[in-house]
């Protein structure tokens, strides 16, 4: 797919980590310092279209980034980990990709609630 972000030739020369289904680079836009995108070689558009074997690889791909991510940074004391399947979730890029976002004590004010942020009204409860 020739208009693709992901299946650019531009963002392969990026590559940190790779399997034969699956590669990682760094967020060009990091929530955090660290965070990666874990994307599938194969263009599909969202998690629901990976096949399990993608699936499988991507969460190899993810434990082996958290880890590498945990003994470099000490900081880093847990994780947050997302993907937005479709335009009204927030979805901008239209390539199935999975964030692995750091978190550090004191990088936000109150993490109480996490990933429910992404309706602000919704995070606290």
Not at 53 to 61: F, G, K
């Amino acid at each position: 797919m020739t208009d693709c972000l992901f299946c650019s030739k531009e963002i392969r020369a990026r590559v940190d980590t790779e399997t034969e289904l699956i590669f990682a680079i760094p967020d060009v836009f990091p929530v955090t310092d660290g965070h990666m995108l874990i994307i599938p070689k194969r263009h599909v558009e969202t998690y629901f279209d990976m096949s399990e074997a993608e699936h499988l690889d991507a969460l190899a791909v993810m434990r082996k980034l958290k880890n590498e991510i945990s003994e470099k940074d000490p900081s880093v004391s847990g994780f947050n980990v997302g993907m937005n399947c479709g335009q009204v979730s927030g979805q901008t890029v239209m390539h199935a990709h999975l964030h692995l976002i750091p978190r550090r004590v004191g990088d936000t004010d109150n993490p109480r609630g996490g990933v429910r942020g992404v309706i602000a009204e919704k995070q606290g409860y």
